[in-house]
Nanobody, 127 residues
Framework: QVQLVESGGGLVQAGGSLRLSCVAS????????MGWFRQAPGKEREFVAT????????YYADSVKGRFTISRDNAKNTVYLQMNSLKPEDTAVYYC????????????????????WGQGTQVTVSS
């Protein structure tokens, strides 16, 4: 069993930055694909970014490409989402997720492939 705990959300003005963190329990984190998703009020959850087990491959939603960066530190069992140039439409609850097939060569944007989810952290961007 893997537990994921997100932090780093908050209220920020448009154009500002936040860095989200997600700490995972368990010794197998380093072999997992990790992803970030978000859900805005009244909308379905959507893919944001994914990173392979060694950080060698990343993939982003078009809406965040060039503004957000996903990274990981396997020694700390942590995945990050650096969010720059934030817009009001980025307001959502952000979730990290782990896909437990070990050592995948590519990430996935399909939420149904992820096995473990955090509780989410709120990000609010004011205009």
């Amino acid at each position: 069993q893997v537990q994921l705990v997100e932090s780093g959300g908050g209220l920020v003005q448009a154009g500002g930055s936040l860095r989200l963190s997600c700490v995972a329990s368990g010794r197998t984190f380093s072999s997992y694909t990790m992803g970030w998703f978000r859900q805005a009020p009244g909308k379905e959850r959507e893919f944001v970014a994914t990173i392979t087990w060694n950080g060698g491959s990343t993939y982003y939603a078009d809406s965040v490409k060039g503004r957000f960066t996903i990274s990981r530190d396997n020694a700390k069992n942590t995945v990050y989402l650096q969010m720059n140039s934030l817009k009001p439409e980025d307001t959502a609850v952000y979730y990290c997720a782990a896909e437990s097939t070990p050592w995948r060569v590519a990430g996935t944007r399909d939420e149904y492939e992820y096995d473990y989810w955090g509780q989410g952290t709120q990000v609010t961007v004011s205009s």
